[in-house]
């Protein structure tokens, strides 16, 4: 498998207050704009990643104007960007809009975080959705690509080329502003240099 290098979109209001957006189309806020630069002049300064490379997004805006910081960087046209539905985030249904606190201290949310990664809320999807919808998309990657999409779908992706277990995929800790370097079975975090394990 070539080398995926994963980004989650810089923040946005609702990840500030903490509120579930899955499928909702939320913007940047300011924070969020000033991580998408911060990561994309890592890309930059970071050799392996160039115009070679695949650029693959979701199809939510708060992706999309991520990307755009990226695209700007390296000086990528229009065209060598790649809008994929497979890299939208996992569908939260009825709790969209929620608190993140209300779904946690709900009876019906799992604890376990084995039981979690099959849990699919009404209307919604699944980690284990997530993966399946990944795998047919990962099919197709031949070259080393970056991909820049969400927290939970993130979590799916990292989790699958890293071979993680069911629950160290769900307690995976998604960064903004940074990116994840995926390759040989390994996931590493970089904000333009290597971060401490």
């Not at 996992?90 to 604890?111: C, D, Q, T």
Request: with cysteine; hydrophobic share 40%; charged share 20%.
């Amino acid at each position: 498998m070539p080398s995926i290098y994963f980004v989650r979109h810089g923040e946005t209001e609702w990840n500030r207050l903490g509120l579930i957006q899955g499928w909702t189309d939320i913007p940047l806020n300011e924070t969020g704009h000033a991580q998408a630069q911060d990561v994309a002049r890592a890309f930059a300064a970071h050799p392996e990643v160039t115009r070679e490379c695949r650029f693959a997004v979701s199809p939510l805006g708060r992706t999309r104007q991520t990307m755009a910081y990226i695209s700007e960087a390296l000086s990528l046209p229009e065209s060598h960007v790649s809008v994929f539905p497979a890299l939208k985030e996992l569908g939260f249904g009825v709790w969209e809009g929620k608190p993140f606190w209300e779904l946690k201290a709900s009876p019906i949310y799992p604890a376990d975080p084995e039981t979690r990664y099959s849990w699919r809320p009404e209307g919604g999807e699944s980690y284990a959705d997530g993966q399946d919808r990944l795998r047919h998309w990962l099919a197709g990657i031949q070259d080393p690509t970056v991909v820049v999409s969400h927290g939970a779908i993130g979590r799916c992706l990292i989790g699958h080329l890293s071979g993680m277990t069911m629950r160290e995929l769900v307690e995976i800790r998604m960064h903004q502003g940074r990116f994840c370097r995926i390759a040989d079975g390994k996931a590493e975090w970089f904000d333009g240099t290597p971060l401490a394990p």
